[in-house]
């Protein structure tokens, strides 16, 4: 390895009595990386998370940051930074007062914490706020004190723990943008946990996917979204048509694929037995006739049961002869755009894009 | 007219309550404390109970110890209750914390007096401590714990404990356990976590807290009584003293008055030391 890693875990597993809350997980994080951890609740993310911080201690394993071992590390000497899930300012203190918390702690004269504090404040947003309570403050200003506590000290890491939870819809996306380029103007690395895949997606360089204590695939975003590993990343990364069936046997281009409703498919994978296909909605090819899919493997006719409409993220759900429902998504600028529930339609999806996994321990 | 009727129903209880048990019998003591006796059953309106507190050494040296050894007791009650309440709040997990907060409140099921009467069993020269130190070898022969500041102290601080530690839980149960951790995560150390985060959230608990003990201490009459020694009074005692040993009730009046206004004053510098509104405080203990 060229570049000493921002953080390393190497084989780290949590035990709670018995249970394995995390269980062998092993990765590195470059500096100046975007590392999402992206998990349903209960998958072990905030666990780990907290032993990064140093509020839990591993069963076994290490954990380097910086080619340094945190092992025995209280939490108030790490390198590293949380923003936390509430956010945790410290309401009897003023903007300034919580930016400047720890920079008291260590142990930074007032005359030279005073500027680091305003430039930072600048920097998020939020200058000549610094002798306003923070209990006065709008919750996307709040998330920006929260952050701005953490980067003033000019950590390795930052950790930050689904911050984005508690923001109405339209505040969170506006977050998720202002948090991507605050980590890209400070360059400094960001290791964030959510179960809101797209937070994970559009923010991250790298993502880990994790379930029941352990990583199932880490990855780029395209990666996870495109070439999942497993069933689990599959049917948790994106939106998707899930099927199940048997495979059937391997054929010229991939697998083939008996679904319950006994239809044969050609999918792509390497399972074998009962089986669970994903088909993504945006793969799904649409056409008024049969005979304009003749490229495809898998083509069908059916009938427009439902349109949702969404803008540009519409949807067709579709029924066809003894095909389960199927969601497609309705391209607005196509010649179908204008489709009504109840017309006759054609669609068709390649081998590629049916990813079958075996069924078992889904 | 039925409204107003209503309304006068609902609050009666409280202003009798407030009327006849509160303003009234102390407007009959400062009545009483400003009458001065010129003859045999003739009384006058004059200072003179007053101006005899001042003249008088051994009532304002009972007075001003009185105030001092409250302070002390209010304050070694805070810091011993301190920590037990935060265990008690922030840490316990589970059933542990019922169990304890209820540990806490046993010794009050019995009265005072029994409480009190406790003390003298483990104190006295004749008592447990006596004992086992002497068996251990480290004094030579019975030695009385009791009838000294010591003991008064320790017994007023005992009985002061629960009525800090409920306030102090309150306050610190609503302390989000994430600004603890992030408290440390910046850096800081138990002593900065303590004194900016954890302290300043319990301080309407600690003033509360130290209100009640502060008040229950200075108007203490048992525990004084029993424990303390024959020449270091309690100003409570001075007043019995007045009311029934002399059958003095204007000078005894005027000694409550100023009990109550030494309470006062002393409230009020502790509410402007700490920069806390007394509504506040009464609002968030």
Redesign the interface.
């Known amino acids: 390895m060229s570049q000493v890693a921002d953080l390393a875990l190497l084989g780290v597993t949590k035990d709670f009595g018995g249970h394995k809350a995390v269980n062998d997980v092993s990765f590195e994080v470059a500096p100046g990386e975007f590392f999402s951890i992206l998990g349903p609740s209960g998958c072990g993310k905030t666990t780990l998370m907290r032993m990064i ?3 839990e201690h591993p069963s076994a394993g290490d954990i380097v940051i910086r080619g340094q071992s945190m092992l025995g590390v ?4 790490r390198p ?3 923003v ?3 956010l ?1 300012l ?1 309401p ?2 003023t903007v300034g007062e919580n930016v400047g ?2 920079l ?3 142990g930074i004269s007032k005359a030279e914490a005073g500027p680091r504090i305003t430039r930072i404040l600048d920097k998020v947003g939020l200058g000549g706020f610094a002798d306003r309570p923070v209990t006065r403050l709008s919750g996307g200003q709040r998330q920006r004190v929260a952050i701005a ?2 980067l003033v ?1 000019e950590p390795t890491l930052v950790l930050l723990d689904e911050p984005l939870g508690a923001l109405d819809l339209k505040l969170r996306e506006h977050m998720k943008l202002e948090l991507k380029q605050l980590q890209a103007a400070f360059n400094t690395t960001f290791v964030y946990i959510t179960h809101d895949q797209s937070e994970a997606l559009v923010m991250s360089n790298r993502v880990a996917v994790m379930n029941h204590g352990r990583f199932e695939q880490v990855g780029s975003p395209r990666e996870l979204y495109h070439h999942p590993a497993t069933s689990f990343v599959a049917g948790f990364v994106g939106d998707t048509n899930i099927f199940s069936g048997e495979v059937t046997g391997a054929r010229a281009a991939g697998i083939g694929i008996r679904l319950s409703t006994d239809v044969e498919l050609a999918g792509s994978g390497s399972a074998s037995g009962q089986a669970k296909a994903y088909l993504r909605p945006e793969a799904v090819a649409l056409a008024g006739s049969v005979s304009e899919l003749s490229a495809l493997p898998n083509r069908f006719a059916g009938t427009v049961s439902t349109v949702l409409f969404d803008g540009a993220a519409s949807t067709l759900v579709i029924r066809a002869d003894k095909f389960p429902m199927l969601r497609a998504t309705l391209p607005q600028a196509g010649p179908l755009a204008g489709i009504e529930a109840g017309a006759p339609i054609a669609f068709g999806f390649t081998a590629e894009a049916l990813k079958v996994f075996s069924a078992r321990g889904v | 007219m039925g409204r107003r009727l209503a309304l006068f129903l609902l609050l009666a209880p409280a202003v009798l309550w407030i009327g006849l048990l509160v303003i009234l019998p102390h407007v009959e003591i400062a009545i009483l404390s400003f009458s001065q006796r010129v003859a045999a059953r003739v009384y006058t309106f004059g200072f003179a109970n007053y101006l005899e507190f001042l003249a008088e050494p051994v009532y304002w040296r009972t007075f001003a110890r009185t105030a001092l050894l409250s302070i002390l007791v209010t304050l070694i009650t805070l810091v011993i209750s301190f920590p037990v309440a935060l265990y008690i709040a922030k840490f316990a997990r589970g059933k542990s914390k019922p169990v304890l907060f209820l540990l806490c409140l046993i010794p009050f099921w019995a009265s005072e007096l029994v409480r009190t009467l406790g003390w003298m069993m483990l104190l006295r020269e004749t008592g447990i401590l006596s004992h086992f130190l002497q068996a251990i070898g480290v004094i030579g022969r019975p030695v009385e714990f009791l009838y000294n500041d010591g003991a008064l102290v320790l017994g007023l601080v005992y009985g002061g404990m629960l009525f800090m530690i409920v306030p102090l839980t309150n306050a610190l149960e609503s302390l989000e356990t994430a600004q603890i951790e992030a408290g440390y995560d910046l850096g800081g150390s138990h002593l900065t976590v303590l004194r900016r985060i954890i302290i300043p959230h319990a301080m309407p608990g600690i003033v509360a807290g130290s209100i009640v003990v502060f008040m229950l201490t200075v108007g203490n009459f048992v525990t004084p009584v029993m424990l303390g020694g024959k020449n270091g009074l309690w100003f409570t005692e001075q007043i019995y003293s007045q009311f029934i040993t002399r059958f003095n009730w204007p000078q005894g009046s005027a000694f409550g008055f100023m009990l109550l206004l030494l309470s006062t004053v002393i409230v009020w510098i502790g509410l402007r030391l700490t920069g806390q509104g007394f509504s506040e405080t009464l609002r968030r203990s």
Not at chain 1, 74 to 77: E, L, S
């Open positions: 911080a140093g509020f209280p939490a108030n000497r590293v930074n949380m936390f899930q509430s945790a410290f009897m203190m918390y720890g008291a702690c260590a506590r953490c000290l």
